[in-house]
């Protein structure tokens, strides 16, 4: 006896979902996996619907995702600082990320490259030690692996509400 529309296209967007957020989980380190997570939810919703539950959940995967992207720059960002780099470098090395992302269009190594190289160049030139600058990047590279730890661990949770939502 076939199964209803309605249970076959939930349970197409099911499994659609959770291998999209599969994916953004694994992918973390290199892209933003929190976002592709987060968009999986909104295509969950769109297809098999919100609900109350959909809504309240989509809404702390939205806060989650969010915090998450804040929360990778300011870890990468303080650890750089803690090792003697001004914020002023640091945002700038922050900004030349996205440049990066476009001059090397490989995921990760452009944007935490160019990042990392201007940060080093910057200090270098501010300190005239190149022993200090080294110091410098290697905080903001330490920031970098606690960011993705942190982002792989918001990245579970977000997925944990979506499956509460998606089986409830």
Same mark, same amino acid.
């Given at each position: 006896?076939?199964?209803?529309?309605?249970?076959?296209?939930?349970?197409?967007?099911?499994?659609?979902?959770?291998?999209?957020?599969?994916?953004?989980?694994?992918?973390?380190?290199?892209?933003?996996?929190?976002?592709?997570?987060?968009?999986?939810?909104?295509?969950?919703?769109?297809?098999?619907?919100?609900?109350?539950?959909?809504?309240?959940?989509?809404?702390?995967?939205?806060?989650?995702?969010?915090? +998450?992207?804040?929360?990778?720059?300011?870890?990468?960002?303080?650890?750089?600082?803690?090792?003697?780099?001004?914020?002023?470098?640091?945002?700038?090395?922050?900004?030349?990320?996205?440049? +990066?992302?476009?001059?090397?269009?490989?995921?990760?190594? +452009?944007?935490?490259?160019?990042?990392?190289?201007?940060?080093?160049?910057?200090?270098?030139?501010?300190?005239?030690?190149?022993?200090?600058?080294?110091?410098?990047?290697?905080?903001?590279?330490?920031?970098?692996?606690?960011?993705?730890?942190?982002?792989?661990?918001?990245?579970?949770?977000?997925?944990?509400?979506?499956?509460?939502?998606?089986?409830?």
């Amino acid at each position: 006896m076939p199964i209803g529309p309605t249970i076959e296209i939930e349970q197409v967007a099911r499994g659609i979902t959770l291998v999209m957020m599969a994916l953004g989980l694994l992918v973390i380190p290199i892209l933003p996996g929190l976002v592709i997570i987060w968009v999986s939810a909104l295509g969950y919703g769109i297809a098999a619907g919100f609900g109350i539950l959909g809504w309240a959940m989509f809404a702390l995967i939205t806060v989650l995702m969010l915090s +998450g992207s804040i929360l990778d720059n300011l870890l990468m960002g303080a650890q750089a600082h803690k090792e003697g780099a001004p914020w002023w470098v640091i945002l700038i090395a922050m900004g030349s990320a996205i440049l +990066g992302n476009f001059l090397i269009p490989v995921p990760i190594i +452009g944007g935490i490259l160019v990042s990392l190289l201007v940060l080093f160049l910057i200090e270098w030139l501010r300190l005239k030690e190149p022993g200090k600058a080294l110091v410098s990047m290697r905080g903001m590279l330490i920031g970098c692996g606690w960011a993705a730890i942190f982002r792989f661990i918001i990245g579970l949770v977000m997925i944990g509400l979506w499956l509460i939502w998606a089986w409830a």
